[in-house]
């Protein structure tokens, strides 16, 4: 093949790809975006919980963990030993957590949990498109996606997948997370994305009272938003049983759904649909 037409080949097989995603996206209602300016801030806790909160209040909804790199998603839901089905035609089957709630991770895809795995640049970018393109979704009120740390070609490619996607910008109240944060809300303004700021382990639930106490600086997250003109979501508190929780594979929903943590997420789901003007 000469070199003019594989170009060409790769355009179309491009363009295809481009109308298989854009057909699986009109089936979804709403496509939230919860990225982070760097990794550990809880953005995965974040989409989990988002995901779970919307299922509790009734909705059908879709998480896709497409953090490549570091994806948690089925080990903070408890299904790291399901395996995504993959058809002949490479079409993709997501793991059917509960009736109404799908998860498609690359963890699904992987029998070995520990094996590091090298991606290189196009075939990260191809990943990350085959998770919207190739994977029968149907009709979803909320596709929830755990999108890759930072501001790089990953995020670029899920934010350029989804450009009617609404970004859930994790940080937490520390100035280095917010620098990084900062460098985000310039991303998602290049992209026209909408936005709002959630701000993670804000204050600490008490081990002993179980009252939410403020150990350290707090509020760094809102002061950003209203520097940058951004909606505040809300915060959530640091919880030492969601750690356990975390570990465990035990969502907080389930566990403990009349916790501080379950109740946080409840308003930031309610101030985001205030943003996407559900009712
Ligand atoms: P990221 O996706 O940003 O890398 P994770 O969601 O994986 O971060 O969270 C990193 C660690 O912090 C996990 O062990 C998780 O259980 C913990 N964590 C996140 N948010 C909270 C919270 N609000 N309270 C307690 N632990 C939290």
Known sequence: MTAEKGK????????????????????I?????????????????????????????????????????????????GIKDRMTRVREDRTMDPVVYREGFEVMSVES??????????????????????????????DLDYLVVDAPPGTGDEPMTAARMIPDAFAVIVTTSQELSLADVRKSVQFCRRLNLRMGIVENMSGLVCPHCGGVIDPFKTGGGKRLASEAGLPFLGGIPLDPELVSLSDNGTPVFEARPDSDVARAFLNIIRRIKEELGVE
């Open 8 to 27: 060409s080949c790769r355009g179309a097989v491009k363009a295809l790809q481009d109308e298989m995603i854009r057909r699986s996206l009109d089936h």
């Open 29 to 77: 209602r709403h496509k939230l975006l919860v990225m982070s300016g760097k990794g550990g801030v809880g953005k995965s806790t974040v989409a989990v919980n988002l995901a779970c909160g919307l299922y509790a209040e009734g909705s059908k909804v879709g998480l896709l963990d497409v953090d490549l790199h570091g994806p948690s998603v089925p080990g903070l839901l």
């Open 109 to 138: 895809l992987l029998r070995d949990k520990d094996a590091s795995v090298i991606w290189k640049g196009p075939l990260k970018t191809n990943m990350i498109r085959q998770f919207v393109a190739d994977v029968p979704w149907g």
